[in-house]
């Protein structure tokens, strides 16, 4: 069983940026096939921001296209999401999930980590 820990959240002004991390503190994620970030805004449903499967294939909410990069380092056992241009309806808290397979459901939920940005 893979157990992801997200780290990176913070404050920070609109138009600015900032990394979010998403460790493997127990598995390796070479056997998922996907990894994937979603984030929940006060008052909001938990929403799909991105994702990325085994072979690196990635796709984004229409909301983040442009702005957000998702990428995984094996090596480090570890997904990223860079967030540049952010915007105050970026505030969120940010989930990192996997799944086995294509077909499978997506693992327990963490913690998540908060972003707030700042008009």
């Known amino acids: 069983q893979v157990r992801l820990v997200e780290s990176g959240g913070g404050l920070v002004q609109a138009g600015g940026s900032l990394r979010l991390s998403c460790a493997a503190a127990?598995?390796?994620?070479?056997?998922?096939?996907?990894m994937a970030w979603f984030r929940q805004a006060p008052g909001k449903q938990r929403e799909l921001v991105a994702a990325i499967t085994k072979p690196g294939i990635t796709n984004y909410a229409d909301s983040v296209k442009g702005r957000f990069t998702i990428s995984k380092d094996s090596a480090k056992n570890t997904m990223y999401l860079q967030m540049s241009s952010l915007k105050p309806e970026d505030t969120a808290v940010y989930y990192c999930n996997w799944r086995l397979i294509a077909t499978s459901p997506f693992g327990s939920w963490g913690q998540g980590t908060q972003v707030t940005v700042s008009s």
């Open positions: 127990s598995g390796s994620i070479l056997s998922l096939h996907t």
